[in-house]
C-alpha cells in the first residue's frame, strides 16, 4: 500500500513538472481592467516567455537574447513553426491570403523594455508567418478579490 503512495506522489511530480514547462518565473505587470484569459477547449496555444532582460523564451529554450543582436533567425524559425504548424489556418475573404487563426500570448517581465516585444510583434508580421493576434498577458493586483462584487 505504501508503495503505491510513493508512486502516486512521484507521478503527480512528474505530471506537474511537465505543466509548468510553458511558463518562466516571470513578474508580470499588473491590469485593474482586464478580461480573464480563457482559451479556447481542446486549443493548445503558443506561450512566448520574454525575461527582464529581452531573453525570449519558449519551453526553457533561449530563442533570441540581447547577445544576439540583430540575429532573429531563430526566432523567425519559431515564429514559422507556430503559424504554419500549431495554428489553426483560415482562408480571409478580404486579403485572399490564408492566416494563422489562434493568438500568440506573450508573457513579459514587468520591467522588460517595450522595444523587445515590439520586435517579437513586427516580426509576427513577417510575410511568411502573418501571425496577427498577440494577447499579452499581464498579472492580477494583490487586491483583486477585495474589489470583487460580493455574491448574492
Excluded at 26 to 54: C, F, M, T, Y
Excluded at 90 to 97: F, N
Excluded at 99 to 125: F, N, S, V, Y
Aim: proline share 7%; net charge positive.
Amino acid at each position: 500500500m505504501i508503495d503505491c503512495i510513493f508512486q502516486l506522489i512521484i507521478f503527480f511530480f512528474l505530471i506537474i513538472d511537465l505543466q509548468n514547462k510553458e511558463l518562466e518565473p516571470l513578474v508580470l505587470p499588473k491590469a485593474i481592467h482586464a478580461i480573464p484569459d480563457e482559451p479556447e477547449p481542446g486549443r493548445k496555444r503558443p506561450i512566448l516567455n520574454v525575461r527582464q532582460d529581452g531573453t525570449v523564451v519558449y519551453r526553457t529554450k533561449v530563442f533570441w537574447q540581447p547577445s544576439d543582436g540583430e540575429n532573429y533567425s531563430k526566432l523567425l524559425k519559431l515564429l514559422d513553426y507556430f503559424a504554419n504548424t500549431l495554428m489553426v489556418k483560415k482562408m480571409d475573404p478580404d486579403l485572399k491570403r490564408v492566416l494563422p487563426q489562434d493568438a500568440l500570448l506573450i508573457r513579459a517581465d514587468r520591467w522588460t523594455e517595450m522595444h523587445h516585444i515590439a520586435k517579437i510583434m513586427e516580426l509576427c508580421g513577417n510575410q511568411k508567418i502573418l501571425i496577427w493576434k498577440v494577447e499579452l498577458a499581464v498579472g492580477e493586483p494583490k487586491d483583486a478579490d477585495s474589489k470583487k462584487k460580493p455574491s448574492k
